[in-house]
Structures are given as structure tokens and as C-alpha cells.
């Protein structure tokens, strides 16, 4: 259970790296420049995804006569034994393995003999890589999006929850008109819809096949490359093979959609914050999501919510570093493709902690109906007030103007809208009259917005339901 | 024909910014504070679609009873003549105009009086610009799938007409693997498809009606948004008011795909800089599109290419820029998302030129196959070399050893590759036989990558064909 | 006064650009390709410091003997007249001027004839502009410092108004301890003298001198170089002329200075208008410095704090795009350079309404100080009442663990803390006595963190002094 | 030496993380909360620099009679003995150690029992982990100063030893005029030499302790702050604990100050690229920094240079996503700071690479002086050829024209410039005689160019002077 962690002692040392795999090494490489190009150390994640590429490679190779069909079953026979090693972590690294796909070829060749080293017979790494990634990321978009349907559920229930409160609306972070609160937890629903419709759009430009695209110029045997494509479930097949393996676009497209998906996330985290302070006081942060301070025994703070926030701002500068990245390379491969990886994990990782953290969060929240209540201001009727004259034929540009003299007349007397005299209604303009009091209803209100969208409860009710619809919830 | 620039003393005066439209502010604002605030200096370009969307929500008012069919018919007459004015350019700003939408409602109830004060009921500014930037965006990426069409209709005819060239693949900007210059070509013609799926895929996303949902809450007057949307020719009404106001996932969505786009035409004008350079000497630019040395009398810079290479990084530093914006916003609408419209504008103003001048360019430069042909180096058949021993049945990863050992032995000789003699290919292995000279023959290389997307003549005639089929040429 | 917007029919054509100064063009060049190449629409500004430059150069050639005394003359008159024309507004762009240099040597010419050929002797654009770049710099780096001076002075200003009201203190937005108004003041003073101090450290960084470099390997005539620093203000001279072209170091460190100062405006406009929600209330904003909303007739929008909010995103993308367009980038000049002005000019041009913007609001606000003193809690001083402990020989680390549990008591009992019985706190621990409840004093609290940088008054008003000092007010 | 790498199956799981330290969680915190908070995995590093921190903590809480002398042995005795286990890698990481911080005081209490509670008496972690930044900053530039310092020495070398040879300058990439390779070799070394002076100011800026600033309002205890910078020998004390707490200004600007040295070897990464290309051929690398193919084994990749290229791109990403996740951050401690580690660290780390493989390439680079030599050509003494009519008395831009004649006649009669017959010359202009030949000579083209920063011999061995002075080589 407990475990040391290694000491980094970079700092004291020449340079802060420690000689990963040190002593030996082949072709008098510098030991650093070694461990500059080795990637080992984090695209092993892809170990499950290459052993499947390779087995559908080393069956296509059958297919083409390549190989024989008893050099096939040794090959098969020796990835699902080292994908057993790996599961059971009884795979060990030597120090000559550069990356993923050599240390496990490198591994098969021990266990299968020369069988082994026929299984890369007019194959790269460059499209060996290209497809890992194919197949990788189409696991890890499922992954995602299942977790952002498990916040729009979230977000669903809340909104049927804490149905009939009325909250102030808010533009500009000033008091505006008042809303539903399940109205506004729905308005964060939405994002994430498009966000699951870009996903499933990158997922399908995701599906297609680079293998059999050797380094760049295609294979010399006669692959049949939809037949892989098959094998890997993928939709189609690479239609050049140069642009194959230098395209990065899904990955660069996967830290976008991850980048909106975060800034939508970050919105709401904002406003709960906001909301979870002492002056606001509309919600209060279950324990479970909140801690303490080291100092101050009375604190409760946001932190999940806050890393949110502060995480999406890591998750933009992972799309800006790629970008920047791949603009003006000069070839095909290039080996600055390499520096996709890191942001593409990474970025995987932490949504797969945002997403489910802001799921149980939402779900474990209470509502401070109370505070909500009390905090509605009669100000925030002023457009209901000018409708209501516009109702008796005064346009509305004239109307607002006429409300705004109302309201300056409030502010200087110290008294609240909906208490303010009728001969001070009247004062402003001749329109006014009694019944000028039935506006100051917030229920009324909002049950006049009663359009498709708007935040009237019949409204709000078929909102509920063409997102559960849309949502497959 | 000739104008004066007015120059801008900024740097010698308090404050960069000259008042422009000085003198009177109504309601005390600070001038300064009034020029950070005001937009129409740049939102004036949204005029025409503003009118648009003004057109139909006065339609819709009538439709809701809430206007008389002769104001409808006033409004409708003074917008009309509002875009005459402005078509020819005698629409002037006033210094009390913020923002394009108060100029022309201002301007509108000039022309047709009290009427003209009811076009804003029930609508917001906050609902209008999303309206706005709806209908400005759907034109907006039509105009520039178009153009990418169109340099994507140049690298067809360079791959049509430079058909039969072989030329040096390169990975790591290393010679790798003879290719047809025409595959080539075309591998920098399908980055330009994807991008125009995500572009068809976003113009969906767009065509979404916000209009409606007032300044977050929606509107009170019983308006049918689907005949708005239908007014306007969008797809759908958005299902959430409070969502509408604040959603800037397109403009977000947009930034992205002209990021992306601007990578992959960086990519190509490396290249075609590099390919240009006296060292590579592949092509030689029209004198169109270079230019000349204020020093130097013999150069001839590519200049349009290395624009297009450095005006990708103010792209992606756009996209940061808004996505950084949006980030952490607290409520529907906050004034921060006026941020949007500048970098939206001016990356849509880039690919305007980039776009065209790429076409002209590749449409307009000479390739020189001699330079191409005499540039081949037998060494990148060294794969091919290791093929033939496949083909005796030696495993390849042994085989790309051999090849290894027959590579170095030729360098220590300093004798090309395929002018060594038998003997020493022998002294390595046995296998080597006399029609090992066969290999040498990038003809032959080339046509032995005959599957979909390789690089064999047969393969790329049928890319060709499915290139033209898939973009509409 | 009024004055037409030309409209951009950018949409509705195939290109956005219109044809600026269509017609004639030297050469064939492509008209898209010479507006995508022309700078002259945003290089125009530099004109000043262009012609400073030129005059600077013409006396270098005079001295190394390249041209007359008698053409200096002329020269040096025909810049001054340009000066003037320019200052005037009478001078005429022509539809051949590439850029400001290209312009000015042209109207030179027109005016003294052969000698305005001369002056471009020995000088390439590549060294004109980077000199250009230096001197506009340093002008600009002593307008924003004297803005950030007045931000500067703005919070002495406050802090010496708002002297001795006590504030919740925020951590996480939670409310932690109680602090002095003037202390959170001075929080956002000291983030400007860093940013103050780097852009002193710039400006030395700026003043180097590229002329003489040519195009990028030295000029053939003996130019004194180190006169040319002299007459131009600069203090040294760059050491290698292929570097001194091809450096736009301090337009990124210019981009980066201007991008942490923009963040720490973000930072005290996201803070105030927090504390200018209804829920806060802490501070009103004045009229001069908020807006109202087109629908809604009670609205008081921060909406120039949302912009600087908004902007500091727009700036730091500025800066990630500039980088973006320098990495990689092969050779001493290349046209991609060409990109720093719009990013430089734009952000200056931001931080020259910013800056004062924020001065202004800052003087003119006012603290709504009863707000402040009503929302101060009582359990902020939890830390001080685990303090208390401490000071009765309880270890710290136990003393908040202790506090956190009367916390706890207090809010199930629904007692504020400090009004929770005695015997409930000796239920917690026997060393709780009467005296407790001293402790809760928020004047106390604040007078004993009296060290240097602390919250009391007399380490407050040192404070204000040591401010006042350093930032020369 | 072989090790296995546990596989993270985070696409098969729900989510991608795995419950590093599962099982007991304090007061029900959601175990992925708990995951999401916890910082231990990145923050360890900090585990030296803590523990510094502390031991001067302690003494300050001594001198201010806080605690005891023997509890300050204790103390002092307890954090020694931490650190050994730390080096020896016998410190054990608890389940409930959130951060390093609390790792280390859990541990403390262990050790010495009720002392250990009492250090963290008047301190909180806001201002311990500004200090631990500090601290760990120092010591971080120093070391990166040092590499720096390796690459200046290594272009020094190069441009010692490759002294008097001539090579092709270029602009636009391409050729334009004749310069040394030791002065290009010294273009890459001043822009280091800014970078160094930037690490330096940042030195001074980071210099600063932010102890005794508390949670954010200062500590209640008389604890000398000039004592403890002295101890922790850093310069000065922060002038206000709120901002002290809050200020990550120096993280930005190290991320800043590492892009901007990215980008210096980015460019020369580029260049070197280029160079090592078979069409250039310029220079050579060595085996220990080059990498071959899994497939084509003629290939010799220059992997290092690409990943410098590819890596500066992410780092440009590490500032962006940090100044993303500070801007409108709106108190003074807020949890989104958290995020400024693993951006700093990674990066740190990245350039402990960079910067000694790069020295390394460097030093053991070959140059191909022959193909340097053969690929001069006499086109790029165009400029000279105008200049030689400037010595007759031709205006430059005359000049500059007239030879731009006789180019396009010797490239009409494909006939070398410098071949040219001299009536060709005189067709152009009279005023071309015989000597116009002894123009093309490249040695005295750049032996013209001897004024300070030029490409002169003499000039040149000055400029190497004059570098190693300054950069105390």
C-alpha cells in the first residue's frame, strides 16, 4: 500500500535526468540523446493496441503468402503470451528498447524465434505507430464519452430535482432576469451535446486504417488492406500513403474537442464556485469534493472545481504546443511527431478525472432554496416592467427609457421597485396604472417565457425531455 | 486612386487610441472607456446579416401580433434602405453608435419614426449578435470551402500533369523511398478533405436559430422561432435559452478548423520553400508570386509561402487567444465574448488570400524534372534490397541488417550502392546473386507498391480518380 | 464628426479583400499575392521612427564619405518635409508602396530626385525595419510604463482612502481571515512593479542597434555604427549581423511583459466585479466606467473590466502565435518575421485603453463600506483561536484539529462561533477559558500580524510608504 | 537495469487512473476527488527545498520564542533524518499524504513525536509551497545557466575551428550573399547570451521569500523575515503577504524564458536539418546523435534535432496553458495554481536534454568545407556588383537596377554572372570596365564587410572575443 517514490534530485545534478536504462548501448548512441529519442517510457500505454495491430499485420501477411501459416500461429501464439505478460506486469524493459513496438518485437523474437523477426516484413513504424493511435484513440473517445453522459445525467437529475426554483439569471454576473434553476442547469447540458457530437464526429475520421503504408510509399506485398481494416474494426482504409503516416489531424482535433469540453466544464465549475461562496450561499459542496485548509480550521474550499478550471488552461496550451508543433514540418514523418503523445494521454487522464469528479459532485450538492428565494431582487422584473407598457402600445425602445426613469426615481428614494407609489409610477408617464403591481411576479415571469427554450416550467419540462431524448438517457 | 494612411501619433501621445467619435457621450462615460467599450469599428462588417436576422424578427413580431402589418411594412422598408445606404457607402456612423446593432436600429428609427423604437421588443442585443455571427459564419465558411476546393482543384491538375515524375521521398527530411511526385502532391490534397468535412460538420453546428432567447431568459411574446429559423434558412432553434447567448463553440469550432487548415497549408509551403531552394532546385516559383530584395538584385524570395507558414502561427495563437477567453466565464453572457469577433474576422480575411494565392501558386510553378531525376540516389532502394532477401527467405529484420552491413561496406569504398561489385554483396550473404543489380530500378520500386494508397502508377491513377469523385471536381 | 465605415462585402464575394490598390503592378506580380505581401496598411505607423532612421543612416553615409555634404542636405530636407506631409495627413500612399520604407523612399525621391537614391546605399530593408522596431519599442515602453504608473497611483490612492476598513480575506473565494482593505489594495500594486521591471529590463534589451547589419552579413562601407546608436538614443550595438536581422526577441518578451501584466489587471477586474455583484456589494462602480443593457432597463454592466478580463486572453494568444510563427524557423531573415507588428501594434494599442481605463475606474468607485463590515464572519478567526491554543502550549498542528471541532459544534447547533457557550468549548478541550471569546476581535486579529508584508495597520502604512518610494510616486 | 513498467489499462476502465494510494480516505472523500487533489506524484521533487524551508521555519519559530530549543532540535534532528531516508529511497509515501508538504510533517510527527506538531505553527501551505518554488527555482536556473553556458562554449569551438571557411548566406532560405560559417555559428550563440541574461533577471526576481506571509494575511507571530531570506540565502522579503501567496509570476516567466530559449535552438535545430540533408550536405552528423529506420536501412535520421524542433512546440503550449489557467484567477490563493508545477518541472526536464545534446551534436558534427565551397555561387556578389557601380558614382537604386538587368541577361543566356562577357556588361551600362570581374571574389566580398558585427575575418575574431568575454568562457 504505502510505496517510496523516487527522488527526483535533478536539481543538484548536471542535467535532471537519470540514466533510465544505463550502461549499454548499441552503435556508440550518447547516452542522453538515447533517452531524448526513447519514448518508451510513456508509449508503452500502447502496448495492447500494437499487439492487436500486429496480429492482424502478421495475418495479412499470411494472407499475401508472406509467411507461412505455422509462422503465423508462432506469432500469434507469442503476442497473446506477451499480452499476458504485460497484464500481469511481468514484462520487463531492457535497456535496448526504444519504444513500445521494438520492445515487444524484441520480446517475441525471444520467445518465438525467427518467426519473430518476419513479423515486420513491409512494415514501419510509421504506420505501425499511425495505426496504434487509430485504434487507441478509439477506445479512449468511448471512454469519454461515457463520462460525459454520466454528467449530463447528473445534470438531468438536477434539473428534475430542483425543479420550480426560481434563481436569479445572471449577464455580466449582474442580477438580470430571474429563471429556473433547472432552466440554467440545463443550459449546461447543451455544450456537452455538441461536445459528444464532435467526439463522435472525430471518431469516425478516427476509424480509418494507415497500416500498409510501410514509411511512406505503401508495401511492396500484396497486403489486403481492407481485410485489416476489418480485423481492426476500422471504417476504411488510408487513400495515401504519405499523408498516412504524417497525420497527426485526429490528435490535434481530440485536444480541441477536449479543450472545449474543458472550457465548458470550467464555465460551470466558475459559476459553482461562485455560487458555493458565503455572499452567494445557492449551494452547499459536499464534503466528499471539498477540503480543508492547513491553516485555517474553518475553510471548506472548492478545490475539485478549482483544479477544473486550472486544468483547462493546461488542456488549451496542450492543443496550442501540438499545433505549434506540427505547423511547417517539411515531410512526412518528421520525428517532432513524436511530442503528440504526452498531450494526447495526459489530456485523456485528466478528463477522466474532471468528468466523473463533476458527476458526483453535481449529484451529491445541495441547494439552498432559501437563500435562492431571498436573493431575488424586484429589480430584475425592469424587462416585465417595460413590456408592460409596450402591452399598452408605447414602443419598446421608449418603454425601456420610461423604466429606466422609474428605476433611477427607486434608487434615489431608497425604496424597492414593487414598493415604489403609484404616483410615482405615474410621475414618469400616464401608462402606468394599479395593476402595474401584478409585474412584480417572478413566477409570472417566467411563465411568460413560454417559447421553445425559454425558461417557463412547460417550456423547461419538454427541455427535460429532448435532452433525455437526445442524450440516450 | 492614391490615399492618405492616417498616421497614428499613438506612440507620442498619453494614449495610443484617437477619439473617434470625440465630443458628446451621453450619460457621463469616461471617453476612454467608451472607445474600449464601443465595437463598431469592427462589428460593422456583421451589417448585412444584422438586417437579415432584423427583417425576420420583425416578421416574427407581426406573426405575434406584437407589431401592426404597416409598422412591419415601414420597418421592412427603412432596413432596405438602410443596406442601400451601406452597399453605398453612405451609411454614416454616429459618435453615440456603439455597435453596429445601435446604429441601425438608431438609423432605422430615423427613417421610419416611432416604429422603428418597436423592432428591439422582446429581443436582446445578447440573442441578435449570436444571430449575427450565425448567419455571418454559414456564409462565411461557404466562401472558404470554395476555395479550398479550389486549391485542392490545383494539386489534381499538378498530379495529373507531373504524372510519371519519380522523385526522393523523404522522411525525417531524409531521402527515403523513390515516389511518384504525384502521389506527393496528392498527399497534401487530402488534409484539405478532412478539413472540409469539419468545415460541412461545423456549417451544421452553426445553422442553429438563437434568436428568441432574449438577453438569457427568452422572449415573453409568443414568437415562432421555426419560422424565424426558416426565415433565415438555419436548420434548427437552439433548446436553450440560456446556452443561445452565451454559446461560442462555433467561432471556437471555426478558429480550430482554419488552425488545422493553416498547419496542413504550412506543411505544403515548407515543402515547396525547401523544394525551391538552389540546393533541392525541384521547382521554380512564378515571378507572380515571389518577390524581390530591396538590396540583393538576384533574389527572388518565396515570399507568399513563408507568409503562409508564419500567418499559421498567428492562427493557432488566435484560437488560444478565445478559447483562453472563454475559459472560467461565470454566467450567460459576459462582455468578454466580444473577443470573438476579431480573431474570427481576421482569420477568415487571412484564408481569403491564403487560399487563393496557395492555387495560383501551385497552378503557376514550374517543376523541373531533370533536377528531380538526377537528385535520385540509388540508396533509397536499400528497402527494396532488403525485400529481395525477404524474397529468398530470409527473415527481414535480418535482412535489414545485411542490407546494413552491404550499406556501410559501400560507403567505406565510396562506391554507390548498386555499382558495387557481386563480391562484396556476397562477402555479407550468400543469398545476394547476380540479379540483386535488378533492384536497382526506381521504376520498378515504385510500380511494386500497387495497393490502394501506395504509391504505384496504377494506385495513383485510381487515387486520382477518387480524389476528383470525393471533392466534387 | 460622422463618418462612413466602408462596408466589407467580404462574405458575399470570393475573396474578403477588396483590391487596395488595384490596377498597375510592377512585374506580374499576382494581385492577391502582392496585397497578401503588402504591410504598408499596418507598417504605416512606423513612419516616425523610419524617417529618424533614415536620417541617422544618411549622416553615417556622409561621414564614411559615401555621399556629399551637399546630398545629405538635400536628404535630411526631404525627410523633414515628409515628416510634415505626414503629421498633416498629406501624404499619399500609391498603389506600388509595398510597405512604409518602400513609400518613403519613393516620395524621397519624388522630392530631391537622384540623392533619395542614394540613401538606401549600403542598408537592406532587414536592418531598416529591425532599427524601426527598436526605436518604436522604446517610445512605447515609456508611454505603458507611465500607465501602469497611474494604475499604480490609482491603488495607492485607494489604499489610503479606504485606510482601516477590515475585509474577508479569500482564499479558494472562501472567506479565511480578516484583512485590511488597503492590504488587498497594495496586492495588485506589487504585480505592476514586477511588470514595471521587466519592461525596464526590456527596454535595455531593445535599445541595441541592427543598422549596419544589410541584409544579413554587414555593409561594405565604413559606417560608423556606434555614431548611429549615439544619434538615435540607442545604447549599444548588436554583434552579428546575421542575428541582428533575424532577432524579434523583444517583440516576444514585449508580448510575454504585456501578457503577465494584462493577466494581473484580469486578476483585480475578475475581483471587482465580484465585489460589484449584488451578492458582494462590497464596491459601485461608477456610471463612467459600467454600461446598460439594450433590453433589460436596471442593468449596470462592468463591462470594462469583463473586456480587460476578455482581452488578456486575446493577448496571450498574441504571444503563443508570435512563438508558434518563430519556431523553426530556418534562416537569418524570413518573410514570417513579417508577422510580429500586427500582434505588437495590437496589444499595445490594448494596454493604452486598459491601462487607463482601469486608473479611472479605480479613482471613481466607491466602497460601500457598512457592505463590508456586515459580511465579516466570525469564523474567519478560526486561525486565531487555534492560536489561542498554541499560546496555551498546544501544539499547532492539535490546536486546529480542536477548532475544527467546536466548528463543527457550532454549526450543528447553529450557533455562530462566537456566540457558542463556554461550556461547549471546554467540552472540546479544558484549556478554553472566559478569555476566549477575546479572540473574537477583528482588529485584534489584523494588529498582531504585524510584520513586515502583514495585515496590520503600522505594517500597512510601511507598506504604502516602501510603495510609494519604489514606484516613484 | 531491466524494469517493468506497470501498464496503465486505462482505455479498458471506466477511468483512466489508477487509486494510487486506495483503500482509507479521511472523512469520506471521494476517492477520485481524492486522486484529483492530490499533488504527491509531481510535487515530491519539492521534497529537498521543503525540507530546507522548514528547518528555517523552525529556527524562526525559535527566535520568536514560538518553541523550545530542544523542540528545536527535534526538529531539526527529525527533518535531517528525512532526508536521508529521501536520498536512500526509504521515505514511504502514506495513502493519506496528499502532497509533499504533508508527507513530510506526517513523517516529522513520527519521528518526534508532539514537536512536530508545532512546526507548522503560524505558517500555512500557501506560503510554504511559494517558498519551496523559490527555492527550487534557484537552483533549477543555475543549472540550466550552466547548460546554456556548454552550447556557447560548443559554438565557440565550431566557430574557432571552422574558421575561414565561406559559406552561402541565406534569406527567404535562399542563397544571398557570402559570409564565414564562424559568424553563423556565433548568430546562434547571442541569442543564448539573451537568454542567459533573462534566466539572470528572473534569478533576482525569484530571490524573494515569501514565508511568514501565511495563509494570506501574514502571521500572528513576531517572526523575523529578514532572517529567515538570510538563511534560505535569498535576497529579499515579499512587501504583501496576499500577493505573495498568490504570485506565480516567476513560473510564467521561467516558462517564458524556456520557449524563447526553445526557440534559439529550434531555429538551429532547423538549419542543421537542412544542412544534414543530402541536397545541402553541408555538414555531417555523428552516429551518437542520429537514429536509423525500422524499415529502410540506408536511413540516418536526425531524431535529436526533430525532437528539439517538435519539443519547443510543447513547451510554447507549458506558457500558454499556465497564463490560460492564471488569467481572471479571482482571489488571492486559488487551487488552480497547482497546475503551475508539472508545466515547470516538465519543462525543466525537457531542456536538461535539449541543451547537452545539443552541445554534443555540436561538437561532434562534421563539416563538409567541399560541398560548402562548391555550392557558392557567384549570383550572391550581386550586391557587390552594386556596389561597384556606387563606387562610380551610380545611386544605389540605380545601381541595384542596372545589375538586376545584366542578371536577367546572364540568366536568358544561361551563362554564369561572373562569365559573362564584358559587352554584355557594357549593353547594360557604360560605366562597367574591366575590373568588373575582380567583383566576383568571395573572400573580399566579405573582407569589405569589416565594421563591428560584420562577416570580416577581422571583424569576425572580434565578435569571438568579445563572446567569450561576456559569456565567461
Known amino acids: 500500500m504505502a510505496r517510496p517514490i523516487p527522488y527526483p534530485n535533478s536539481v543538484m545534478k548536471r542535467c535532471s535526468v537519470t540514466k533510465l536504462w544505463g550502461g549499454r548501448f548499441a552503435g556508440g548512441v550518447d547516452p542522453l540523446a538515447w533517452q531524448y529519442n526513447a519514448s518508451i517510457s510513456f508509449d508503452f500505454?500502447?502496448?495492447?493496441?500494437?499487439?492487436?495491430?500486429?496480429?492482424?499485420?502478421?495475418?495479412?501477411?499470411?494472407?499475401?503468402?508472406?509467411?507461412?501459416?505455422?509462422?503465423?500461429?508462432?506469432?500469434?501464439?507469442?503476442?497473446?503470451?506477451?499480452?499476458?505478460?504485460?497484464?500481469?506486469?511481468?514484462?520487463?524493459?531492457?535497456?535496448?528498447d526504444e519504444d513500445v513496438h521494438t520492445a515487444i518485437e524484441r520480446r517475441l523474437t525471444e520467445l518465438v524465434g525467427a518467426a519473430g523477426g518476419k513479423l515486420h516484413t513491409g512494415r514501419s513504424r510509421n504506420d505501425q505507430v499511425a495505426t496504434d493511435l487509430a485504434l487507441w484513440m478509439i477506445e479512449a473517445l468511448e471512454v469519454i464519452e461515457k463520462n460525459i453522459k454520466e454528467?449530463?445525467?447528473?445534470?438531468?437529475?438536477?434539473?428534475?430535482?430542483?425543479?420550480?426554483?426560481?434563481?436569479?439569471?445572471?449577464?455580466?454576473?449582474?442580477?438580470?432576469q430571474p429563471i429556473l434553476l433547472s432552466h440554467w442547469w440545463l443550459s449546461h447540458f447543451w455544450p456537452l451535446m455538441?461536445?459528444?457530437?464532435?467526439?463522435?464526429?472525430?471518431?469516425?475520421?478516427?476509424?480509418?486504417?494507415?497500416?500498409?503504408?510501410?514509411?511512406?510509399?505503401?508495401?511492396?506485398?500484396?497486403?489486403?488492406?481492407?481485410f485489416l481494416a476489418a480485423e481492426l474494426g476500422l471504417d476504411s482504409i488510408s487513400p495515401n500513403s504519405i499523408d498516412a503516416v504524417a497525420n497527426r489531424d485526429t490528435v490535434a482535433e481530440f485536444l480541441f474537442t477536449a479543450s472545449l469540453l474543458a472550457v465548458h466544464l470550467s464555465k460551470l465549475?466558475?459559476?459553482?464556485?461562485?455560487?458555493?461562496?458565503?455572499?452567494?450561499?445557492?449551494?452547499?459542496?459536499?464534503?466528499?469534493?471539498?477540503?480543508?485548509?492547513?491553516l485555517m480550521p474553518q475553510k471548506k474550499n472548492p478545490d475539485t472545481l478549482e483544479l477544473t478550471r486550472g486544468k483547462t488552461g493546461t488542456i488549451i496550451g496542450r492543443l496550442t504546443g501540438l499545433l505549434a508543433a506540427l505547423k511547417g514540418l517539411p515531410s512526412s514523418y518528421d520525428k517532432d511527431l513524436q511530442e503528440d503523445k504526452m498531450p494526447l494521454f495526459e489530456t485523456y487522464d485528466s478528463l477522466c478525472?474532471?468528468?466523473?469528479?463533476?458527476?458526483?459532485?453535481?449529484?451529491?450538492?445541495?441547494?439552498?432554496?432559501?437563500?435562492?428565494?431571498?436573493?431575488?431582487?424586484?429589480?430584475?422584473?425592469?424587462?416585465?416592467?417595460?413590456?408592460?407598457?409596450?402591452?399598452?402600445?408605447?414602443?419598446?425602445?421608449?418603454?425601456?427609457?420610461?423604466?429606466?426613469?422609474?428605476?433611477r426615481k427607486s434608487e434615489g428614494l431608497h425604496v424597492p421597485l414593487h414598493q415604489l407609489p403609484l404616483k410615482d409610477f405615474l410621475a414618469v408617464n400616464p401608462a402606468f396604472t394599479a395593476?402595474?403591481?401584478?409585474?412584480?411576479?417572478?413566477?409570472?415571469?417566467i411563465s411568460k417565457r413560454n417559447l421553445p427554450g425559454?425558461?417557463?416550467?412547460?417550456?423547461?419540462?419538454?427541455?427535460?425531455?429532448?435532452?433525455?431524448?437526445?442524450?440516450?438517457?
Open 151 to 176: 454528467v449530463q445525467l447528473s445534470l438531468i437529475k438536477r434539473s428534475e430535482k430542483d425543479f420550480g426554483i426560481i434563481i436569479n439569471g445572471y449577464t455580466h454576473l449582474q442580477q438580470s
Open 435 to 445: 395593476d402595474v403591481f401584478d409585474v412584480f411576479d417572478f413566477e409570472k415571469s
Open 194 to 226: 455538441r461536445d459528444r457530437q464532435r467526439l463522435a464526429e472525430l471518431k469516425k475520421r478516427a476509424s480509418v486504417l494507415p497500416l500498409g503504408s510501410g514509411a511512406m510509399a505503401g508495401t511492396p506485398y500484396p497486403i489486403d488492406r481492407k
Open 45 to 96: 500505454r500502447l502496448a495492447k493496441v500494437d499487439i492487436q495491430g500486429s496480429k492482424a499485420w502478421a495475418k495479412g501477411l499470411r494472407k499475401a503468402g508472406v509467411i507461412r501459416a505455422d509462422e503465423l500461429d508462432l506469432i500469434l501464439d507469442g503476442l497473446e503470451k506477451i499480452s499476458y505478460e504485460i497484464e500481469a506486469s511481468e514484462f520487463y524493459i531492457q535497456p535496448a
Open 454 to 473: 425559454g425558461t417557463a416550467p412547460a417550456a423547461v419540462q419538454e427541455q427535460i425531455a429532448l435532452a433525455k431524448h437526445l442524450a440516450g438517457l
Open 269 to 294: 465549475s466558475e459559476a459553482l464556485i461562485l455560487f458555493s461562496t458565503a455572499e452567494f450561499g445557492f449551494i452547499h459542496l459536499s464534503d466528499a469534493y471539498t477540503t480543508g485548509s492547513s
Open 353 to 407: 478525472l474532471m468528468l466523473p469528479v463533476m458527476a458526483g459532485l453535481l449529484e451529491s450538492l445541495e441547494v439552498d432554496a432559501g437563500r435562492i428565494h431571498s436573493a431575488l431582487n424586484p429589480a430584475i422584473l425592469a424587462t416585465d416592467l417595460a413590456d408592460y407598457l409596450v402591452a399598452k402600445g408605447i414602443p419598446f425602445r421608449e418603454a425601456h427609457s420610461l423604466v429606466g426613469q422609474v428605476i
